[in-house]
């Protein structure tokens, strides 16, 4: 089983910048991509950003050149800096990893989600 525990959200005034960190623990072999989704209330979740065991990454284009993913593989902890934060960017965010368990399985697992409200 793995763990992701988030922490960083909250209540940000427009222009503003959030930084939001998620660990992931627990009995794995390794951590192949991370990444962070987001749904917002009435709306699909959708990927964010997402960065591979050896720094690739790629974003939703909404927040291109606003948002960094980032990660630090000897603490299997993934990253996103969000700068310029507008009220459109207002949702639950979600860590997510796909990490290689026993039995050389490959699972999908996601944090609880922290809150994110940009607001003046």
């Known amino acids: 089983q793995v763990q992701l525990v988030e922490s960083g959200g909250g209540l940000v005034q427009p222009g503003g910048s959030l930084r939001l960190s998620c660990a992931a623990s627990?009995?794995?072999?390794?951590?192949?991509?991370m990444g962070w989704f987001r749904q917002a209330p009435g709306k699909q979740r959708e990927s964010v950003a997402r960065i591979s065991n050896d720094g690739n990454t790629n974003y939703v284009d909404s927040v291109k050149g606003r948002f960094t993913i980032s990660r630090d593989n000897a603490k299997n902890t993934v990253y996103l800096q969000m700068n310029s934060l507008t009220p459109e960017d207002t949702a639950v965010y979600y860590c997510?990893?796909?990490?290689?368990?026993?039995?050389?399985?490959?699972?999908?697992?996601w944090g609880q989600g922290t809150q994110v409200t940009v607001s003046s």
């Open positions: 997510n990893a796909v990490a290689v368990v026993v039995g050389n399985l490959v699972h999908n697992y």
């Open positions: 627990g009995s794995f072999f390794k951590i192949n991509d």
